[in-house]
Structures are given as C-alpha cells and as structure tokens.
C-alpha cells in the first residue's frame, strides 16, 4: 500500500470503497501486537519521538494511562496484552501534557489530528448497526460521502465492529482549532448517515479519544477474548490519499453537515459521556408536556426553523441524559419534532433536504454527550430535579430556546390529543370510521372499544407520563377531537387477519410484537413490519411462531376425518390463508353425538383465525349478525340444528362479500351497511331445510363415531395440540405457500358456483395427486338434490311434473297442487309449511333452486312475459332419465330427509 503525500490519487467511489475493504487480507499477528500496533502508527504517520497515551483496564481495575514517544508505544501495550483491555491515543500529545490519574487526557493537550477515525459498532439496532455486514455498508456510505477515499487502515474491534481511519494532510499550528472543529463535524456526519440506516454509533470524534490497539484481546465481558485485528491491504498499487482540510471542510459542507454553535459553557471539554452510558429513564410529565408542545410550536420572530430545531433536539437529548425521558419515547419524540420540521418548511413552502434533521439530531446528541453534568441540569431547567417542584409543570417557554409561545397550562383533555398526535397517525376506513396508528407500525387502534382500542391505550399512557389518572369525560372530549383530526385523512382501508397485496398475502399474527406471516413465491416468512393496516378486536388470538418443516398428516391423528375428505378440509384451510377477497365455501361438519364436531371445529380455527372465542352460538336474529360476523375473520357457529331463512340468506352474503342493510338505532331514516366476507363453520347433528344456495356453497363433511377405546380425555387432547401446534401451523403455511404459486397455471374445463373453491383443490389435487374436485363436485351434487327434497313444492313438482310444463307460475302452482288429474291433493286452507301461498312465491322458488335442479338434470327456464298476456313462463322439463330430484346424487349427506 503506497500513501500519496502529494493528494494527486484517483479518487474512487464509495462501492470501490467497501470492495476494497472485501478485500483485504487480516494479519493477526499472533506473536504479539508489536508488529499490528507499530504497523498502525507507522500508517497513521506518528513519528517515533512524538508522545502517544496508551490506557488499559484489567477486568478488575480502574482505567490506567501512560504517556510516552510512540518509540516505546508498542512496549507498553505489550505489557498488558492478553491481560487488560488496551487503547491508545490516536493523535499525538503535545510535550507539555501529563495525564492525570485515571484520565486519558483532554482536547486541549492534543498536539495535532492525525486522522479522521470513526468507532463503527456491530450491536444491535438501533444502538449500533446491527452486524459486521452493517459496520461495512455505513463504511461503504462515508467513503462515497469523502469523494471515494479509501481509509488508510482498518482495524477489526474483536466483535464484530470496525475501526477505519483517513489520513490528514500536515497542517499548520494556527489550523488546529480548525481541524478540531472539522473533525468533531465529521463524527455529526458519521453519525447522521449511522441514524438514517436505523442505527447509531458512539461518536469518537474527539480529539483526545482513545480506539483499540491491534493484536491486544477484547475482554468483553460474557465471552472469552477476543484478538483485535489490524486489517491492511496487501495490494501494493493501492493509493491512499491525505484530506487536506480545505477539501474536508468541502465535502462536509457537500454532505449537509454544517458548523453549529457550540453553545456556553459545558461542552467541548473533552470529557465525553456516550449516550450508551446514560441512565434509563423514566418519561416525567415535565419532558411529556415539552415534547406534546412541538406540533403547535413556532419559531419566535427572527428565529430560523433549523435554529428552532437544533435547540429543541439539544432539549430532548438534555432529558434523556437527566433520565427524564425512556429510550423508547426518545423515538418517536424525535419523529414527533422531525414532522414539525417538516411542516415548518411546508407552510413556508419549502422542503427540507432529508439528511438536514438527521444531521440536527446527530449534532445534538454529540453537543449534549460533550456537556457537564451541571450544565445539562442547568441548561434544561427542569424545576423538579432540585426538588423545588414536582411532576405535571409545564416546560419553561420555549422562547428561550429559539422557540415561541406554549407558555399556558393545557388542560387534561388538551394534553391527552398532544399526547397522541405525538405517538399517533391518525387515519379513517371507507365507512368513516377513525383509527390510530402508532409510530411506523401496520396495526392500528379504533379509537373506542375493549382493552386494544386507543382509548384504552391513551389512558395509560397518560398515567405514565403524568402519574395521574384522566377522568372520562376528559378522554371522551379528547377522542372526540382525534375524530376530526382521523377525518381529515385519505381513507384506508384495514384487513382483518390477512390481506392480499401485490401479489403476496399478509397474515397479521396477533402477537404482541405485531408480526406478519408473507407468503410469495412459493415460500413464507415472518417479518416485523406490513404493507397494510391490520385491526384488531377482542376475538383476535395469536398464532404460535411456526415452525417450517412440520407434516400435516399429525392434524388427521387429532380430527377424525374420512381419508376421501381430507383433501376437502385442506382445501378450506388453504383457502381461507390464501384468499381474503373471494367468495369462500362454507365448511359443514356433520356427526352424531361422539364424533367430535365442536373440538374439529376448535382445532380448525386455530390454524387459521385464533380466538379466545373459537365458537359461537347461532344469532338469534339479523340484528345480531353484525356482532357475530364483525369481530374475526372465521366465523364458527356450534350446534346447528335447523337454519332458518334469513340466516340461510346471510350466510351465503357473508360467503360470498355481499352487503346488507339494516336500520340505524336511535334513528328513523338512518341506515347502516354491513358487509362482511367470512370464512364459515357450521357443525351439527343434521341440518333440516337447508336451501339450494346455501347448499351451493357449502362443503359437507362427515364425522364417524370416535370409538371409546381411542377416545382421549380433554388434558391429553390439549397436550397433543400444544407439542404440534406451531409445526401444523408450519406445514399448513407450506402447503398454502405451493397453492398460491400454482394458482396462476390451474385451469378448470368447467367452473362451478364456488369457482375460488374448485381452483384451490385442483392445485392441492396437482400438488399432492388427489381428487378433491371430484370429490367436492359428487358431494355438492347430494346436497343440491338434499335441498330440493327438503322444500315441500318443489319435492312435489318433481313427482307430478312428468312431462315437459310450459305456462305461468299459477298453473304450475295449480298443477303441483290438484295434480294432472286435477284431483285436490293440497288442502287450500292448511297448507304445508314451505308451501307457496302465491304465484309470486312459487316463481321466488323456482328462481332459488333453480341451480339445484339444473344439477339434477331438470331443465327450468324463464321465458319472460313477451306474450300476449304480458305474464312471465315458464319451460320445465324433468330428466331425460325420468328419476326424480335424487338423480345424480353421490354418497348421500346429512341434512334430513
């Protein structure tokens, strides 16, 4: 490696940069850290004679510093590698210096700035950045944002972190200040980029900092050491040039990184305290009404808005430091003041460049990481710290901080709406009805509800902050605000446990880290965030983590379903992973006492909507539909025995998506729509009077008599579930994750009613070689003949229309009634129950069952009332075969006879 002293090297690009540092070949150097450490100042250009620090810890000791020439540097870490930590001064000290005892020295006892250094941590985010491979990319970052500058060494912490440095061009005495000022403006920078990538890094920008000395052990604690190593290319071809400061101060001021004041007293003394180090804090009221003010804050007059911002940033990181604010409200504290940025800029019509509130916020920490302790006390003017006042006092004006007004005192139902907006978006659904996002999450809170609503939530967030409780009134004056504030948004629509978007389905998992289930490709896996807006209600139960690999053959050991019906069962399950926005078929379990109907229907729940609520009783009445249907994606409803009309009409809505509409209580004209598209679950011993729509849609399964020698008792039962559970759910997510990549090539030679339904068995008859269409298509058939013998004047007809029929539903009524004979079968005055009493009704019957029949090889046609009476025919023409409504059935069903 060839070091220009003249500046006239290419300059490459950031990517060359982090290739170039791919590159690189480690010597460890395990003979010592003489050759790493010696190697490394030689780089850095420290000349023997001139005086370098090295500290150490012992893990039982306090920090020692020694001062000596760079000559004996490399004995003195010598001496203590493999027992202590080791660190040296990256930039000579000056000759008049000496250290005190336990200190490492201080800016002003910096001779020159040999470097320009950064301290890159591979923790987790958003503390560090995550990974070595995270460590690289920010490397890569800064050297694009130095015009492609390659750093002239990198050393490897010894866990994963990075240690790069770039050379500076020799400068004269009356530059220090200046390269002082620059290098601590390039650790803002440094840091700015770290926190655009999510992360952070601890800001080593100073001049008297101390870094790792190659060849020494890192003595984290909770691990064995772990050798630092000094990363150097061998590529002798490879040039690294000086930054002159002339060309540092450009570039700086290219990336957005602008000189701030340093402000009086406390800070730039040297003596760093990381934000790592810090004390956990707890938010207090005082910090939480500081922050609540921002959306409503302004500048005062002559007072810029970048100038407004850096004073409330160096206010926020002033109450983290004081503990008075939680790492966790310090994020979306920031989001809070970085929309008040920007809307700042807006209403002047302006737009903020992205990195400049970064930058704002960068600068801010490393300012408050260089105060003293008393003047930070002093500088954020928190009366309850010294004991003068506490909790609920309202931040002193922000006027002295470059800021306007917000001097008054809000009231409870005011703070409660500053309180949200600073932690909220808000936004509404189609219908109008508003909800509450927090931070940059994808499941939102309605605002008004059980313990998962907003009101709920705001309510203890206030206790937090403010150790008090808010009165009822206050949070109803509060979320009626928020009502209009949501109102104001674009409408959105939100999904209820799945939703399909651009080509890939979400499953919302209901836990309460708010993970997500994709499935795409052909594959799945579990993510943090969405793409969608999820809701949530009080049926909504989690999914255990699944676990890949898993066989769906263990579900058949739990339900004791038919083999031949197998395929009909996975069929449901897929498709209510798969496809939130069709039409889904209705899965019927049917069995005598003993078969296990209601625990099926429990375990099949499970694996697809969880609920604390996994079964429901059948609505008394369409009023109470909406509460039944609203609240879960599956709905199962336990122990049918009959299914009425308007039930039988609403399930096949809610089947298929079609909307209804009912009266608005306390109102006389007000109207409500509800539209609900379900996956359903019936269970019974029979259904009697089952009508051929609802036939149409249904998948009829049934269940043997489990036999008591292989009856378990319930605490087995569960226990078997619990050990299987998570793998089932995986196996499933497999098997819907093939479906959905096969979907697109399957075709159908003929659709039936629940088309959706057919595609997703002949992908799961393609995948596995079964016949599940078939079998759907022999049991749908039983069923629609089932449902034309369970309605009296259709079974009827079917034995007295023997002959091709054309005429007007009175006739027919006529026919079916007194016979071809014209002998009175039907006694007028007592009808059967289902007996249409009109030709109006008996047209309502043939239009019902009209797919039934036609399944049953009956022709019924309308041919409209272009006649001369102007009354609409009918063309009903029984089977070729002349059987009855029974023709084509297969295997029979359990709906009564």
Same mark, same amino acid.
């Given at each position: 490696?060839?070091?220009?002293?003249?500046?006239?090297?290419?300059?490459?690009?950031?990517?060359?940069?982090?290739?170039?540092?791919?590159?690189?070949?480690?010597?460890?150097?395990?003979?010592?850290?003489?050759?790493?450490?010696?190697?490394?100042?030689?780089?850095?250009?420290?000349?023997?004679?001139?005086?370098?620090?090295?500290?150490?810890?012992?893990?039982?000791?306090?920090?020692?510093?020694?001062?000596?020439?760079?000559?004996?540097?490399?004995?003195?870490?010598?001496?203590?590698?493999?027992?202590?930590?080791?660190?040296?001064?990256?930039?000579?000290?000056?000759?008049?210096?000496?250290?005190?005892?336990?200190?490492?020295?201080?800016?002003?006892?910096?001779?020159?700035?040999?470097?320009?250094?950064?301290?890159?941590?591979?923790?987790?985010?958003?503390?560090?950045?995550?990974?070595?491979?995270?460590?690289?990319?920010?490397?890569?970052?800064?050297?694009?944002?130095?015009?492609?500058?390659?750093?002239?060494?990198?050393?490897?912490?010894?866990?994963?972190?990075?240690?790069?440095?770039?050379?500076?061009?020799?400068?004269?005495?009356?530059?220090?200040?200046?390269?002082?000022?620059?290098?601590?403006?390039?650790?803002?920078?440094?840091?700015?980029?770290?926190?655009?990538?999510?992360?952070?890094?601890?800001?080593?920008?100073?001049?008297?900092?101390?870094?790792?000395?190659?060849?020494?052990?890192?003595?984290?604690?909770?691990?064995?050491?772990?050798?630092?190593?000094?990363?150097?290319?061998?590529?002798?071809?490879?040039?690294?040039?000086?930054?002159?400061?002339?060309?540092?101060?450009?570039?700086?001021?290219?990336?957005?990184?602008?000189?701030?004041?340093?402000?009086?007293?406390?800070?730039?003394?040297?003596?760093?305290?990381?934000?790592?180090?810090?004390?956990?804090?707890?938010?207090?009221?005082?910090?939480?009404?500081?922050?609540?003010?921002?959306?409503?804050?302004?500048?005062?007059?002559?007072?810029?808005?970048?100038?407004?911002?850096?004073?409330?940033?160096?206010?926020?990181?002033?109450?983290?430091?004081?503990?008075?604010?939680?790492?966790?409200?310090?994020?979306?504290?920031?989001?809070?003041?970085?929309?008040?940025?920007?809307?700042?800029?807006?209403?002047?019509?302006?737009?903020?460049?992205?990195?400049?509130?970064?930058?704002?916020?960068?600068?801010?920490?490393?300012?408050?990481?260089?105060?003293?302790?008393?003047?930070?006390?002093?500088?954020?003017?928190?009366?309850?710290?010294?004991?003068?006042?506490?909790?609920?006092?309202?931040?002193?004006?922000?006027?002295?901080? &470059?800021?306007?007004?917000?001097?008054?005192?809000?009231?409870?139902?005011?703070?409660?709406?500053?309180?949200?907006?600073?932690?909220?978006?808000?936004?509404?659904?189609?219908?109008?009805?508003?909800?509450?996002?927090?931070?940059?999450?994808?499941?939102?809170?309605?605002?008004?509800?059980?313990?998962?609503?907003?009101?709920?939530?705001?309510?203890?967030?206030?206790?937090?902050?403010?150790?008090?409780?808010?009165?009822?009134?206050?949070?109803?004056?509060?979320?009626?605000?928020?009502?209009?504030?949501?109102?104001?948004?674009?409408?959105?629509?939100?999904?209820?446990?799945?939703?399909?978007?651009?080509?890939?389905?979400?499953?919302?998992?209901?836990?309460?880290?708010?993970?997500?289930?994709?499935?795409?490709?052909?594959?799945?896996?579990?993510?943090?965030?969405?793409?969608?807006?999820?809701?949530?209600?009080?049926?909504?139960?989690?999914?255990?983590?699944?676990?890949?690999?898993?066989? $769906?053959?263990?579900?058949?050991?739990?339900?004791?379903?038919?083999?031949?019906?197998?395929?009909?069962?996975?069929?449901?399950?897929?498709?209510?992973?798969?496809?939130?926005?069709?039409?889904?078929?209705?899965?019927?379990?049917?069995?005598?006492?003993?078969?296990?109907?209601?625990?099926?229907?429990?375990?099949?729940?499970?694996?697809?909507?969880?609920?604390?609520?996994?079964?429901?009783?059948?609505?008394?009445?369409?009023?109470?539909?909406?509460?039944?249907?609203?609240?879960?994606?599956?709905?199962?409803?336990?122990?049918?025995?009959? $299914?009425?009309?308007?039930?039988?009409?609403?399930?096949?809505?809610?089947?298929?998506?079609?909307?209804?509409?009912?009266?608005?209580?306390?109102?006389?004209?007000?109207?409500?729509?509800?539209?609900?598209?379900?996956?359903? $679950?019936?269970?019974?011993?029979?259904?009697?009077?089952?009508?051929?729509?609802?036939?149409?849609?249904?998948?009829?399964?049934?269940?043997?008599?489990?036999?008591?020698?292989?009856?378990?008792?319930?605490?087995?039962?569960?226990?078997?579930?619990?050990?299987?559970?998570?793998?089932?759910? &995986?196996?499933?997510?497999?098997?819907?994750?093939?479906?959905?990549?096969?979907?697109?090539?399957?075709?159908?030679?003929?659709?039936?009613?629940?088309?959706?339904?057919?595609?997703?068995?002949?992908?799961?008859?393609?995948?596995?070689?079964?016949?599940?269409?078939?079998?759907?298509?022999?049991?749908?058939?039983?069923?629609?003949?089932?449902?034309?013998?369970?309605?009296?004047?259709?079974?009827?007809?079917?034995?007295?229309?023997?002959?091709?029929?054309?005429?007007?539903?009175?006739?027919?009524?006529?026919?079916?009634?007194?016979?071809?004979?014209?002998?009175?079968?039907?006694?007028?005055?007592?009808?059967?129950?289902?007996?249409?009493?009109?030709?109006?009704?008996?047209?309502?019957?043939?239009?019902?069952?009209?797919?039934?029949?036609?399944?049953?090889?009956?022709?019924?046609?309308?041919?409209?009332?272009?006649?001369?009476?102007?009354?609409?025919?009918?063309?009903?023409?029984?089977?070729?075969?002349?059987?009855?409504?029974?023709?084509?059935?297969?295997?029979?069903?359990?709906?009564?006879?």
């Amino acid at each position: 490696m060839m070091i220009s002293d003249d500046g006239a090297a290419p300059i490459g690009t950031g990517a060359d940069a982090a290739a170039g540092i791919e590159n690189h070949h480690n010597h460890s150097y395990q003979e010592g850290c003489l050759p790493a450490f010696g190697r490394l100042l030689e780089v850095l250009g420290i000349a023997p004679d001139e005086r370098v620090s090295v500290c150490y810890r012992r893990p039982d000791g306090a920090l020692t510093a020694t001062l000596g020439t760079a000559g004996d540097a490399q004995a003195r870490a010598d001496a203590q590698a493999g027992r202590a930590d080791v660190w040296f001064g990256v930039n000579p000290i000056s000759a008049s210096a000496e250290l005190a005892p336990g200190q490492r020295g201080r800016a002003a006892d910096v001779a020159r700035i040999a470097a320009l250094y950064v301290d890159l941590d591979s923790k987790a985010l958003p503390g560090g950045l995550g990974s070595e491979e995270g460590c690289r990319e920010l490397l890569a970052d800064i050297c694009g944002l130095l015009g492609g500058r390659q750093p002239a060494a990198v050393v490897r912490s010894g866990t994963g972190g990075l240690h790069p440095y770039w050379l500076l061009e020799a400068y004269t005495p009356g530059d220090h200040e200046r390269a002082v000022r620059l290098l601590r403006r390039f650790g803002v920078m440094v840091r700015s980029v770290a926190m655009a990538r999510g992360g952070n890094v601890d800001f080593v920008s100073e001049p008297a900092r101390v870094l790792r000395v190659p060849g020494t052990a890192n003595l984290k604690p909770g691990g064995g050491p772990v050798m630092a190593e000094f990363i150097e290319d061998d590529n002798p071809d490879v040039v690294v040039d000086r930054l002159t400061l002339d060309e540092l101060e450009v570039l700086l001021e290219a990336s957005g990184v602008r000189e701030e004041p340093t402000g009086a007293g406390g800070a730039g003394t040297g003596e760093v305290v990381s934000m790592a180090d810090w004390p956990e804090g707890t938010t207090c009221a005082y910090a939480a009404a500081m922050i609540s003010g921002w959306p409503t804050d302004s500048p005062g007059e002559g007072v810029q808005r970048r100038q407004w911002c850096l004073a409330q940033a160096v206010r926020l990181f002033e109450a983290v430091r004081l503990g008075c604010l939680s790492r966790d409200d310090l994020a979306s504290a920031t989001t809070v003041l970085g929309d008040r940025f920007t809307a700042l800029h807006q209403a002047a019509g302006l737009m903020p460049d992205p990195g400049e509130f970064h930058g704002i916020i960068a600068w801010a920490q490393t300012h408050v990481e260089q105060m003293t302790e008393e003047y930070v006390r002093a500088d954020f003017q928190h009366r309850h710290l010294d004991g003068t006042a506490q909790g609920g006092n309202a931040p002193a004006s922000s006027q002295t901080r &470059g800021g306007g007004g917000n001097t008054g005192r809000l009231s409870v139902a005011a703070m409660l709406v500053d309180l949200a907006q600073a932690r909220y978006s808000f936004g509404c659904t189609p219908d109008g009805e508003p909800f509450a996002v927090k931070g940059s999450g994808h499941v939102v809170r309605m605002l008004r509800g059980g313990h998962k609503s907003l009101r709920s939530e705001l309510a203890n967030e206030y206790r937090k902050v403010s150790r008090k409780v808010a009165s009822q009134s206050s949070l109803t004056d509060a979320l009626t605000t928020i009502e209009g504030l949501a109102q104001e948004a674009t409408s959105t629509s939100l999904a209820l446990r799945l939703h399909e978007h651009e080509g890939a389905v979400w499953i919302d998992m209901g836990d309460v880290k708010d993970h997500v289930i994709r499935i795409a490709e052909g594959g799945w896996e579990v993510r943090d965030k969405a793409p969608v807006l999820f809701r949530r209600t009080e049926l909504t139960g989690a999914f255990p983590m699944p676990v890949p690999g898993g066989s $769906i053959e263990c579900l058949w050991k739990i339900l004791n379903v038919a083999e031949a019906d197998r395929v009909l069962v996975l069929g449901w399950l897929v498709a209510a992973l798969l496809a939130p926005q069709v039409p889904h078929a209705i899965l019927a379990l049917f069995g005598e006492q003993g078969t296990g109907k209601s625990v099926a229907t429990k375990f099949l729940v499970r694996l697809v909507d969880p609920s604390p609520v996994e079964l429901r009783r059948p609505p008394r009445d369409e009023a109470v539909w909406p509460t039944t249907a609203s609240g879960s994606w599956v709905v199962a409803l336990d122990n049918l025995s009959a $299914i009425p009309p308007w039930l039988s009409d609403t399930l096949c809505r809610a089947a298929t998506g079609d909307a209804d509409v009912q009266r608005q209580l306390y109102t006389n004209g007000g109207l409500v729509v509800f539209k609900y598209l379900r996956a359903l $679950i019936l269970n019974g011993i029979a259904l009697d009077g089952v009508r051929g729509d609802l036939a149409d849609r249904m998948v009829a399964i049934d269940l043997d008599v489990i036999p008591a020698q292989a009856r378990m008792t319930e605490v087995a039962l569960a226990a078997l579930w619990d050990s299987v559970y998570p793998s089932l759910v &995986g196996a499933l997510l497999d098997l819907a994750a093939k479906v959905h990549q096969a979907l697109p090539s399957i075709t159908l030679a003929e659709a039936p009613r629940m088309a959706d339904f057919a595609m997703v068995l002949a992908a799961l008859d393609q995948l596995n070689g079964t016949d599940g269409l078939g079998r759907f298509l022999d049991r749908s058939s039983s069923m629609a003949a089932d449902s034309l013998d369970d309605n009296p004047f259709i079974a009827r007809m079917m034995d007295q229309v023997v002959t091709p029929f054309d005429g007007t539903a009175r006739q027919l009524l006529d026919l079916v009634t007194h016979g071809p004979d014209g002998t009175m079968t039907i006694a007028p005055t007592a009808p059967q129950r289902g007996w249409p009493g009109n030709p109006r009704a008996v047209t309502n019957l043939l239009v019902r069952n009209r797919p039934a029949l036609l399944g049953a090889g009956w022709t019924v046609e309308d041919l409209g009332n272009d006649n001369k009476d102007k009354t609409k025919r009918w063309h009903i023409v029984p089977p070729t075969s002349g059987a009855g409504g029974s023709s084509g059935a297969g295997g029979g069903s359990a709906m009564k006879r």
